[in-house]
């Protein structure tokens, strides 16, 4: 089962993405329920990569996100003018050069996410729009409970635009929290135990 954890959860962890986000602000931590060997890990990465919202078995998912995306296009929130590299400079400006040399990863296929680096237990992902700047960030850790020993933990960091933003994110977190997290961790969760997630390069 998926389940909300304290933000120590990820603040207490040795990830690269903290160099990154020192005024950024944690919004959800995870735990995913993808159990694995502590090699599996491209499989959590690939298993994001390729998630379609709009195809999702979920009702409620996909009828949030297309909600999402009609009221984007009505309110310009998704402009060009307000991506990362326009409305805000990337993260990868912040990056040391030995991260910038893990830059990237598979195309993200369905959402406008885009990695900032790939490494063999975390992943961060940023997106940026007119109401806020937004990092995905996934890893791979230990867990005793969890069969081979390893499990997926999922972490949402923003930093929101003014009050625009912050009205946003508090009137979508009941449907994040309710509906929309839930449902996308139990896709996950069936794919990852079918073991017809697509292996990586």
Known sequence: MTLTLPARAHTERPWRIHALTPDFELLDVWAAPTPGGPDDFGRLVDLFTSYDPAHSSSFAVRNLFAARWILGDLLG???PSSAVGAGVPSLRDRMPADL??????????????????????????????????????????????????????????????????????????????????????????????????????
């Open 77 to 79: 929130l998704d402009e």
């Open 100 to 201: 910038l040399d893990e830059a990237g990863g598979p195309p993200i296929e369905n959402v406008p996410f885009e990695w900032l680096y790939v490494l063999h237990d975390e992943a961060a992902a940023e997106i940026a729009n007119k109401t806020m700047h937004g990092v995905l960030h996934v890893g791979w850790v230990p867990d005793g409970d969890a069969p081979g020993g390893y499990r997926g933990q999922v972490a949402i960091l923003v930093k929101p635009n003014g009050l625009l933003g912050r009205a946003y994110l508090a009137f979508i977190r009941p449907f994040r929290h309710l509906f929309v997290y839930p449902a996308i961790f139990k896709e996950m969760e069936r794919e990852w135990l079918r073991g017809r997630v697509k292996t990586g390069p």
